[in-house]
């Protein structure tokens, strides 16, 4: 896009992504610095991400990055973008930089009929939740998937991976009107000062 890129990667190591966008980012700044003689930082701040459950996620994904230039309308179809992977994924122009992922792959045994399934998934619009959802998971850092995904990697993370509720979380220790109940650890450390 003119002013943020997508990337749609399934990284080898839990580390990967977050090491492929920090060397890309100091080389890619350094390239810039260096041809356009200027200093500083480029890029407005860090990395957004989210984590992607593949198998009911992951084309929808796909189709969310790639008709992303024609909802700003830069382009009429996905196919038009010159940064676009809609080529080789819907056009079978084979490009190094891409590797078909397993879910891909599995739309059809040979390249041409992985190609057609995949123009299929563009005959329909993505919609407005889904759109949404996506962003928020984006933005949040949060993962993208179902209930049951989002608590397995919490579970494996040991931290929340999904949108809390908003506002301070409720203290059963206290009255309504701020006064500390007795018994409560939060209540006795204010009580002593602490």
């Known amino acids: 896009m003119t002013n943020h890129v997508h990337l749609l990667l399934t990284p080898r190591?839990?580390?990967?992504?977050?090491?492929?966008?920090?060397?890309?980012?100091?080389?890619?700044?350094?390239?810039?610095?260096?041809?356009?003689?200027?200093?500083?930082?480029?890029?407005?701040?860090?990395?957004?991400?989210?984590?992607?459950?593949?198998?009911?996620?992951?084309?929808?994904?796909?189709?969310?990055?790639?008709?992303?230039?024609?909802?700003?309308?830069?382009?009429?179809?996905?196919?038009?973008?010159?940064?676009?992977?809609?080529?080789?994924?819907?056009?079978?122009?084979?490009?190094?930089?891409?590797?078909?992922?397993?879910?891909y792959r599995r739309l059809g045994r040979s390249r041409r009929e992985r190609a057609e399934n995949y123009r299929e998934l563009f005959h329909s619009r993505l919609d407005e939740t889904v759109l949404s959802d996506i962003r928020r998971a984006t933005n949040g850092g949060f993962v993208l998937g179902s209930g049951a995904f989002a608590l397995k990697i919490a579970r494996m993370l040991g931290r929340r991976v999904e949108r809390g509720l908003p506002g301070r979380p409720r203290n059963d220790n206290c009255e309504p009107n701020g006064a500390a109940q007795a018994g409560g650890a939060k209540a006795r450390r204010i009580a002593r000062g602490r």
């Open 13 to 103: 190591t839990a580390t990967g992504c977050g090491l492929l966008m920090k060397h890309l980012g100091q080389r890619y700044v350094q390239y810039v610095n260096r041809t356009r003689n200027r200093s500083g930082t480029l890029w407005e701040g860090r990395f957004r991400s989210c984590l992607v459950h593949s198998e009911p996620y992951l084309l929808t994904c796909y189709r969310y990055v790639e008709l992303n230039p024609v909802r700003a309308r830069m382009v009429r179809h996905p196919g038009q973008y010159p940064w676009s992977s809609y080529p080789v994924n819907g056009d079978e122009k084979p490009d190094a930089l891409i590797t078909p992922h397993e879910l």
